[in-house]
Structures are given as C-alpha cells and as structure tokens.
C-alpha cells in the first residue's frame, strides 16, 4: 500500500524570532535579529517611536529562507535623545506578530531646558560646542507653531526664549543645529 503525503504551502511553521539586539556605533542605531523557519514571502518591518507608544514603519527587510541573521541600520533618528524600536514580523504576508522593544538612549543629545515649569521665559542649554545657523520652533499639544524663529550664534549654547505670550500648558520645543534636531517638552505656567 502506497502512502500519499500532502503538503499544504499555507500550513508552514510559523516564524521563529530568536533574538533582536542593538546598539548605538557613532551615532547610529544598528539593530541585529536572528530568525529561523523562514520563508520567502515572509518580511521583517523595522518600526521606530520617539515617545515608545507610537510606531512608524522605517525600513523593509525580506527574508531568505536560508539567511537567519539580518541587520538594520538607523542614523535618521531626529537628534532625539531616546529612540524606540522593534519589528513587525509579517509572516507569508498574512500574519504578523511584533518583538519586543528596544529602549536607545542617546549621547550627547540632550536639550536641557529651565525653568520648567515656565512663566515668562525658559532658558535652553545643548550640548556639543558651537551652535550655529539655529532656529527653534515651539508647539502646542495640538501641533500648532505658537513661536519659532532664528537664534544667534554663541559659544555657550545658552539662549533665553520669551514664553509670556503663550497661554498656560504643555509645549514641545524643536531646536534645529547643524548638528540636527532635538525636542523637549516644557510646561508653561
């Protein structure tokens, strides 16, 4: 007697995530992940968050079912000071599931801004020499610009920006180098 075996191509292993590390090499993010039970139409979308909570989609990488090691490579992270990432892995381009995520904290990117709360005026400090050819832009919880412009050019990075006109809350503030950007949230009184 001959037995007959039938394989169903929509009834395959499902993907196996075996790790997914990263870590910051000159101010970029490099992202490492291992899989196995891989199969051609499955793909691993790379997704990145400023807040940890909101996640966009930042690059595509198609698995080989023979390849079981891939990277990612992230050097537009905004001049953040903390970066969020994880992966959406799509399998056979019907199922997904997501890894867990990876926390990055970033050197040299930090805007300090006082007081804050905020009355009258928040004085801001970046880090890394010079500030040249700046502007700044404050926003409101809605995303509406309530004050931007250009800043001078000074050795210290210390700058003071008027608040009084801006109506009590909670504000991002976007500063703009020639070494990036970089936001921070303050409060105004």
Known sequence: MNDLWTINSDQLLPIKLVSFTGKIQQSKILLHWQA????????????????????????????????????????????????????????QGNRAFYSKVLAFTLPGSFLTIYPNPAKSHIWFVLPNGEMTHASYKVVDALGRINLQGNLMAIASNRQLIDVSKLSPGIFTISITTNKGTTQATFIKQ
């Open 36 to 91: 196995e039970e891989l199969n051609s139409r499955d793909v691993f979308v790379v997704e990145r968050s400023f807040d940890g909570k909101n996640f966009n989609s930042v690059g595509t990488v198609a698995a080989t079912p023979l390849q079981k090691e891939y990277t990612f490579n992230d050097d537009n992270h905004q001049g953040t000071s903390k970066v969020f990432y994880r992966l959406k892995v799509s399998e």
